[in-house]
């Protein structure tokens, strides 16, 4: 686990509750018995992801453009290569979630999985930061501003859930996930290297840049691991509320 993305989002904690909600007029249901559900799951959801941007107070779901972390801590994946950094960003600020395109859905509900594949043109991650460890031969250092950019994000992830069942009725709550993602570039500023000394830290920005794959190589478990926890948390804020057999009705 130490080489996870770990964090911690404020205002996406969600929290059991007893009360079932009404199911939004924006979600459209699929029959449990329809033998092409994943596409109906897939024609209904790309309806869904623009109208959940902006947030739900009525199944409070918070905004999800920008999406605020209160803290992520970035771990090297220990695999021996030329980068090796270990980051912590402070209120963080993801722009993006609300570009991203729905491509595919395999929907299994006698396993209770679900397979997503999405795209996300442009996904920006800025917030102040601290970091340390070694870049090619050369020690990083420093605390500032930082700002994270990928591009043409093509993301693949797998969730399990199980069924909870509370007074009448029984609600998913999503428990694992599986990311994976290929990105055509990165693109990082960490403003305030080594104590502010403007040469140092505008060489080792371009550094950076110039080994961007490398880079990523050594970021890209914390951050498939992040974008599976945003995906799983969100989820659940809409599926803790809303029973099982509303979204599947057995008709």
Known sequence: ???????????????????????????????R??????????????????????GDPNIRLPRLEPLLLERVE?????NGGSIHMRLTCYKCLVIGLS???LKDIKLDLDRKHIDIKLSIPRLSVTGK?????KVLLFPITGKGISNITLTDLEVDAGLDWK???RKRHEFSQFTRHRVTFTASGLKMHLSNLFNGDKMLSD??????????REVLNDLKPSISDTVGQ???????????VIPYSQFFPDT
């Open 1 to 31: 686990m130490d080489h996870m993305w770990y964090f911690w989002v404020f205002n996406l904690c969600w929290v059991t509750t007893t009360i079932a909600v009404k199911l939004p007029a924006y979600v459209k249901t699929c029959s």
């Open 33 to 54: 018995n329809d033998p092409n559900i994943s596409e109906c799951a897939l024609r209904h959801g790309k309806e869904i992801i623009p109208k959940i941007i902006p």
């Open 74 to 78: 970035i771990h090297p994946n220990n």
């Open 99 to 101: 570009q991203a395109k």
């Open 129 to 133: 930061y601290d970091v340390a460890g």
């Open 163 to 165: 069924l909870i069942k």
């Open 203 to 212: 060489n080792m920005n371009m550094i950076l840049n110039t080994n961007w």
């Open 230 to 240: 945003i995906i799983r948390i969100t989820l659940n804020q809409i599926f803790d």
